[in-house]
């Protein structure tokens, strides 16, 4: 429990480097076991038994505990949980729910019009020179374009006060999660969540769903099949938010800071992109000369293997995700190991990611070319920056879409550099806690953003950018399941 507490995550890296020859071990702590999967070659075995080995009873109390919803909604949510009636009920039709609209295809295509619409004017917006915090610059993009691109028009946090609620009731995510007296511990977080549920419930009255996303109509249609009360339809989407959000926006910083801190990475992926840009000369109404500078995500994401195998590298690299199983009934696992009803069944992705033996004696340097079709080696399994089985992450495709969007025309259009011509410096994550799958910098970055030379004119000529997404049903390989 003190290691734990102490190290979090990387206390079973620890462990795994004093008994590398164990594939999986028990930690017993005060009435319950937890089973710590060191082997990738025990994975698929968990991820296959998805009944006998189960995420939604986890899932549901999470969800009860985070989001503070009633008594009636937790019943709703509780019926026929793990499926053992049969395929019915809101826990066991959600995912199918969301499949389509997040797979994709015309739904998710939507989704990202509006994301990169909003990333290009706000990059637009931008002056030439602009000193920022870049954790802060890039969370709060990130923010905005995925929350415009889900909720639509009436958009909760166009509000300035509802997105800085959302980053304050991250802190007490895990004494909720814990149930460990919230209302003195972590009484920030419970007054930021009531505001964002106060918010979402505006949402509502206003008929936000109808005009917001696929995915949005997906889910709250959903809610209403299963007679979720109203007020819990808004608390859920609290919790819906942090699902779209909290990876998202570090998950972008840290592609950033590699991109940006490593001159040989930022050459690379802008020599490639610089491929899938197409230009086409124009005048404005006034008669001046414009070149409009064109980019195509379906093109960046089927022609940019570079950029894609750095993003998963930023993954491999930071992820600290755990992905949890309960022990539905006493269960044989690849009938050698005996896990008992009612413990709990975890593999820690730090323990995959840093393992020599599936990703060679490099393990602990950056590759941002470790990912590229010709020169993979290692067990696709081992790769768990979105999960795997049947909780791998439904919104992969989007959030994958958005950074890198986000992140090309950023390296497209500006130079990024501390401050004072300071050297870049990786800031640590030891203040993550356990519920984080990308933790966020314990420090910020002061960086100084310059457009550059070229970028947004040429002689008299002006620049003008713009992203676009060409109808796109073919999926990215980015976990096991997508290949």
Same mark, same amino acid.
């Given at each position: 429990?003190?290691?734990?507490?102490?190290?979090?995550?990387?206390?079973?890296?620890?462990?795994?480097?004093?008994?590398?020859?164990?594939?999986?071990?028990?930690?017993?702590?005060?009435?319950?076991?937890?089973?710590?999967?060191?082997?990738?070659?025990?994975?698929?075995?968990?991820?296959?038994?998805?009944?006998?080995?189960?995420?939604?009873?986890?899932?549901?109390?999470?969800?009860?505990?985070?989001?503070?919803?009633?008594?009636?909604?937790?019943?709703?949510?509780?019926?026929?949980?793990?499926?053992?009636?049969?395929?019915?009920?809101?826990?066991?039709?959600?995912?199918?729910?969301?499949?389509?609209?997040?797979?994709?295809?015309?739904?998710?295509?939507?989704?990202?019009?509006? $994301?990169?619409?909003?990333?290009?004017?706000?990059?637009?917006?931008?002056?030439?020179?602009?000193?920022?915090?870049?954790?802060?610059?890039?969370?709060?993009?990130?923010?905005?374009?995925?929350?415009?691109?889900?909720?639509?028009?009436?958009?909760?946090?166009?509000?300035?006060?509802?997105?800085?609620?959302?980053?304050?009731?991250?802190?007490?995510?895990?004494?909720?999660?814990?149930?460990?007296?919230?209302?003195?511990?972590?009484?920030?977080?419970?007054?930021?969540?009531?505001?964002?549920?106060?918010?979402?419930?505006?949402?509502?009255?206003?008929?936000?769903?109808?005009?917001?996303?696929?995915?949005?109509?997906?889910?709250?249609?959903?809610?209403?099949?299963?007679?979720?009360? $109203?007020?819990?339809?808004?608390?859920?989407?609290?919790?819906?938010?942090?699902?779209?959000?909290?990876?998202?926006?570090?998950?972008?910083?840290?592609?950033?800071?590699?991109?940006?801190?490593?001159?040989?990475?930022?050459?690379?992926?802008?020599?490639?992109?610089?491929?899938?840009?197409?230009?086409?000369?124009?005048?404005?109404?006034?008669?001046?000369? /414009?070149?409009?500078?064109?980019?195509?995500?379906?093109?960046?994401?089927?022609?940019?293997?570079?950029?894609?195998?750095?993003?998963?590298?930023?993954?491999?690299?930071?992820?600290?995700?755990?992905?949890?199983?309960?022990?539905?009934?006493?269960? /044989?696992?690849?009938?050698?190991?005996?896990?008992?009803?009612?413990?709990?069944?975890?593999?820690?992705?730090?323990?995959?990611?840093?393992?020599?033996?599936?990703?060679?004696?490099?393990?602990?340097?950056?590759?941002?070319?470790?990912?590229?079709?010709?020169?993979?080696?290692?067990?696709?399994?081992?790769?768990?920056?979105?999960?795997?089985?049947?909780?791998?992450?439904?919104?992969?495709?989007?959030?994958?879409?958005?950074?890198?969007?986000?992140?090309?025309? $950023?390296?497209?259009?500006?130079?990024?550099?501390?401050?004072?011509?300071?050297?870049?410096?990786?800031?640590?994550?030891?203040?993550?806690?356990?519920?984080?799958?990308?933790?966020?910098?314990?420090?910020?970055?002061?960086?100084?953003?310059?457009?550059?030379?070229?970028?947004?004119?040429?002689?008299?000529?002006?620049?003008?950018?713009?992203? /676009?997404?060409?109808?796109?049903?073919?999926?990215?390989?980015?976990?096991?399941?997508?290949?």
């Amino acid at each position: 429990m003190v290691g734990l507490t102490r190290k979090k995550s990387k206390y079973y890296v620890q462990l795994r480097n004093k008994y590398p020859d164990l594939p999986i071990y028990t930690l017993r702590l005060p009435g319950a076991r937890l089973y710590i999967i060191n082997s990738a070659t025990l994975i698929p075995a968990v991820q296959r038994h998805f009944k006998e080995l189960a995420f939604p009873p986890l899932e549901v109390k999470f969800a009860s505990n985070i989001c503070g919803s009633s008594k009636a909604a937790n019943e709703i949510l509780t019926r026929n949980v793990n499926g053992e009636e049969g395929d019915w009920g809101y826990s066991m039709t959600f995912y199918k729910a969301i499949h389509t609209p997040l797979a994709p295809g015309p739904g998710l295509d939507a989704m990202n019009r509006i $994301m990169a619409e909003r990333v290009v004017a706000s990059i637009d917006g931008m002056k030439d020179r602009k000193r920022a915090k870049l954790f802060n610059f890039v969370k709060h993009e990130i923010t905005l374009a995925t929350t415009e691109s889900v909720y639509g028009p009436q958009n909760p946090f166009r509000d300035r006060a509802v997105e800085e609620s959302f980053w304050k009731f991250q802190p007490g995510i895990m004494i909720l999660l814990m149930n460990l007296f919230p209302s003195v511990l972590a009484k920030e977080s419970l007054e930021a969540r009531e505001l964002l549920v106060a918010a979402f419930n505006q949402y509502l009255k206003n008929d936000g769903p109808s005009q917001g996303s696929a995915l949005m109509k997906a889910r709250y249609d959903h809610s209403m099949e299963h007679k979720i009360p $109203m007020d819990d339809i808004a608390r859920f989407e609290v919790g819906n938010t942090i699902g779209i959000l909290t990876n998202t926006a570090p998950a972008a910083f840290w592609m950033a800071y590699h991109l940006y801190s490593d001159a040989a990475v930022l050459r690379d992926c802008r020599d490639e992109l610089a491929h899938v840009v197409s230009d086409q000369e124009t005048t404005t109404p006034h008669g001046q000369p /414009v070149t409009v500078r064109t980019i195509d995500l379906a093109r960046v994401k089927t022609s940019c293997p570079l950029l894609l195998s750095t993003l998963q590298e930023v993954l491999r690299v930071h992820s600290v995700g755990i992905s949890t199983r309960l022990v539905m009934q006493d269960h /044989v696992l690849a009938g050698q190991y005996l896990l008992k009803k009612g413990n709990t069944v975890m593999i820690p992705g730090p323990v995959q990611h840093t393992n020599a033996g599936t990703w060679g004696p490099d393990v602990h340097r950056f590759d941002h070319r470790r990912f590229l079709p010709k020169t993979k080696r290692h067990n696709a399994v081992a790769f768990r920056g979105f999960g795997g089985g049947t909780t791998l992450c439904p919104g992969r495709h989007f959030a994958s879409t958005e950074i890198l969007a986000f992140t090309a025309l $950023m390296i497209l259009r500006f130079d990024v550099a501390p401050v004072d011509g300071a050297q870049w410096t990786c800031p640590t994550t030891a203040k993550a806690e356990m519920w984080e799958v990308t933790p966020m910098p314990d420090e910020d970055i002061d960086v100084e953003i310059r457009s550059r030379a070229g970028g947004e004119e040429e002689g008299e000529k002006r620049v003008k950018w713009r992203v /676009v997404v060409t109808d796109s049903d073919k999926a990215m390989p980015l976990a096991a399941e997508d290949e």
